[in-house]
């Protein structure tokens, strides 16, 4: 039976690697990951389980060392944050290029300047294209959860891919939450304890790993990323299926909240999607058909799940956390009205960024966004645009 | 002491099997390749190997050809110390946990200058501290020569590269070639060498030395490069062997941080006798060549060299 436990959301974190049975476990310390690294060389040092924990000298070396690891058939993990993650940028295109299985956790940080520890998704967001399956999580159960399920799904032979697990920095990395902790024997049913690597570094059967690739084959080569990245969906989908047997917690690419008959909805990722469904239950209350999707899968992008929430929909609001810089606002703004155009029916997008550098998302914030929409107020100055000129 | 065994005492004491295999794309005459070969047969199958970007990773892996007949990988440019420090790690944890067959692998390390006393420094400092048991190889030819010849923080005095050219205005590298075995040593690591392919058992000893040895292995290949040091290739082995008797490049290893040098030159030549061959050195005058003579010197008598 599981336990139920209050537990602040990094050890969560913690607790998910330990239960897995990493092998190896590289990171370097960075706010606000920093509870998350405390905790597991804790346990590793009062020996709850055997890992390696290498104390690397920079978040690049704490990737380049999982690809060692990982390349050697170990399961492994590491954490970072905002500026880690960016140190880390080449390396992200590597591990997952060269189809190396690895879990990281995200404590999503803004990225500098000016020097911020507080959340937003510009760490993530700014290496969105790197080729891993992105998955963002709210509280500690959904974290606790998705990381141990990610390395089911990093290690399935179909997928071969990194996983990242996003949450919010401080918002969801520094609080105290209730939590459902599972037995051991429930873990094993649905994660084995070891990984089973087909490819590796094996004396016994060399290969060589990261050649070089000509013109001649280097396109064909991303192309098969591309698909390996794509076809995970399906895993990811089957995994989280298999953990709901198992465990009772039931997790989909997206999830949809009063969308039933909703004209106007959200979509977001991460914690503030708590608040939102606040806000949406109050503009409810006001008389409003509001709805809200929380975005789970991020990378494969799930467009056809979307596409379905969507289906009855008026006007989608996109709530980012990053500004794509000189470009068309917030990166679910752009994939989403990339989406739907062309698409048989008009769905209106109406972008905005909030939260950026920390700052607080409260209820009355998704409520004015909303109003803002309900009014036509949007425009593209201010970063809110509509699909197809309509306001 | 283990670490000071002849492992080869001829020639016919090194495997003929190679797993550094024909076919690869060096130049005529690459140091580099006679050293990787010859580190090989030193060290056997039961070996993986890690490369930073560089000359090497470029000539030996073409996908879909390979001249690795042990595993090989290539991630980044500044990263080999941390990859190998994952391998480690990883077959450490594995070997413990009954998973693997093998008990030890070795993890070698084949880098070039730049990735190693450049971009690649900070990696290989923290691998070095965290003491993992590696070898860790510099083949040393002095400047980024896949690139086309630009200096590294490797490339000697008033040496021509094409990002240290030779002008009106400034001749040659300004600056002194960074003394990567000291930094090393610096490190308090069990085992730290250099070599060279001029004395070839010396360089396969001392690889086997390095890798026997428990925790963090560095060895210092100077690597003629002919195309990059403007030299006819078949000068590449004898060039090697002038930098030796030279004192340019004195060979030596220090273990558990004990100095001894394994090749002992007793009368050292001139320098101008290693630096005149060299097309990248033929701007300096005598007055050049006296200077370098001095430093040279300067560092022998550091060293205890006559």
Redesign the interface.
């Known amino acids: 039976m599981a336990r139920r436990i209050a537990v602040e959301d990094s050890h969560a974190v913690a607790l998910a690697a330990k239960m897995a049975n990493v092998?190896?476990i590289?990171a370097y310390p960075i706010t606000p990951q920093t509870h998350i690294v405390e905790e597991l060389s804790r346990m590793v040092s009062d020996g709850e389980f055997?890992?390696?924990y290498?104390?690397?000298?920079?978040e690049?070396?704490?990737i380049?060392?999982?690809?060692?690891?990982?390349?050697?058939?170990?399961r492994?993990f590491t954490a970072t944050a905002g500026q880690g993650l960016a140190l880390m940028h080449?390396?992200l295109f590597?591990a997952a290029g060269?189809r190396f299985p690895i879990v990281m956790a995200i404590a999503n940080r803004c990225l500098s300047p000016n020097i911020n520890i507080w959340g937003d998704q510009s760490d993530v967001m700014s290496s969105r294209d790197c080729g891993w399956i992105q998955i963002f999580a709210e509280n500690a159960q959904e974290i606790f959860d998705l990381i141990l399920s990610a390395f089911k799904i990093s290690e399935d032979d179909r997928v071969l891919l990194p996983v990242a697990v996003n949450f919010d920095g401080f918002y969801a990395t520094h609080v105290v939450e209730r939590m459902d902790l599972p037995e051991e024997e429930e873990v094993r049913r649905f994660l084995p304890p070891?990984r089973t690597a087909r490819y590796k570094?094996?004396?016994?059967?060399?290969?060589?790993?990261?050649?070089?690739?000509?013109p001649a084959?280097q396109f064909e080569?991303r192309r098969q990323w591309e698909e390996a990245l794509c076809n995970s969906k399906q895993v990811v989908k089957e995994v989280w299926q298999e953990f709901g047997r198992i465990f009772g917690r039931h997790y989909d690419v997206l999830e949809p909240y009063r969308m039933e008959d909703a004209e106007i909805g959200f979509i977001l990722m991460g914690g503030s999607s708590g608040t939102c469904r606040v806000a949406v239950d109050r503009l409810r209350e006001r008389g409003f058909k509001a709805g809200m999707i929380k975005l789970r899968l991020f990378r494969p992008f799930p467009k056809e799940e979307i596409l379905e929430a969507v289906s009855r929909l008026k006007t989608l609001i996109t709530v980012d956390k990053h500004i794509c810089l000189g470009g068309l606002g917030g990166p679910l703004f752009n994939d989403l009205r990339s989406l739907f155009y062309g698409f048989q029916r008009r769905i209106n997008v109406a972008g905005f960024i909030a939260g950026v550098g920390g700052r607080d998302i409260k209820v009355e914030d998704f409520e004015h966004m909303f109003e803002k929409v309900v009014k036509g107020e949007v425009s593209p100055e201010k970063h809110v645009f509509i699909v197809r000129g309509e306001s | 002491m283990a670490v000071s065994q002849e492992y080869f005492k001829t020639f016919r004491d090194l495997p003929r099997e190679d797993w550094f295999v024909c076919g690869h794309r060096a130049c005529q005459g690459c140091g580099e390749a006679i050293a990787v070969r010859l580190i090989l047969k030193a060290l056997g199958p039961n070996t993986i190997v890690v490369s930073p970007t560089g000359c090497l990773e470029i000539i030996s892996s073409p996908f879909p050809y390979t001249s690795w007949a042990v595993p090989w990988i290539h991630v980044a440019f500044e990263n080999a110390a941390a990859v190998a420090s994952g391998i480690e790690a990883g077959l450490k944890v594995l070997a413990r946990k009954g998973l693997l067959e093998k008990q030890k692998t070795n993890v070698l390390v084949l880098a070039g200058d730049g990735g190693t006393v450049d971009i690649g420094l900070q990696s290989l400092s923290g691998a070095l501290e965290r003491g993992h048991d590696f070898l860790y190889v510099c083949l040393d030819n002095e400047a980024y020569m896949n690139t086309g010849i630009q200096r590294s923080g490797a490339t000697p005095f008033m040496c021509w590269t094409t990002t240290s050219q030779v002008g009106r205005v400034k001749r040659g590298n300004l600056t002194w070639k960074k003394n990567m075995p000291a930094i090393v040593a610096a490190h308090r690591v069990p085992y730290v060498a250099t070599a060279t392919v001029a004395y070839p058992l010396d360089l396969a000893n001392k690889a086997k030395r390095g890798i026997e040895t428990e925790g963090p292995a560095y060895l210092h290949v100077l690597a003629s490069c002919p195309t990059g040091w403007r030299l006819p290739p078949e000068l590449s082995v004898e060039i090697s062997r002038l930098a030796v008797q030279t004192g340019f490049f004195p060979l030596y290893e220090i273990v558990d941080g004990e100095f001894r040098v394994t090749v002992e030159i007793p009368r050292r030549k001139p320098v101008a006798e290693y630096l005149k061959p060299q097309g990248r050195f033929r701007h300096l005058t005598d007055e050049d060549i006296a200077k370098i003579q001095e430093q040279v010197d300067r560092e022998c008598a550091r060293l205890g060299i006559p």
Request: glycine share 8%; charged share 15%; aromatic share 4%.
């Open positions: 092998d190896v590289a055997d890992a390696e290498i104390n690397v000298e920079s690049h070396s704490a380049s060392a999982c690809i060692g690891a990982s390349a050697v058939g170990a492994c080449e390396i590597i060269n070891h570094l094996d004396p016994d059967r060399p290969l060589t790993f990261g050649a070089i690739g000509f084959i080569l």
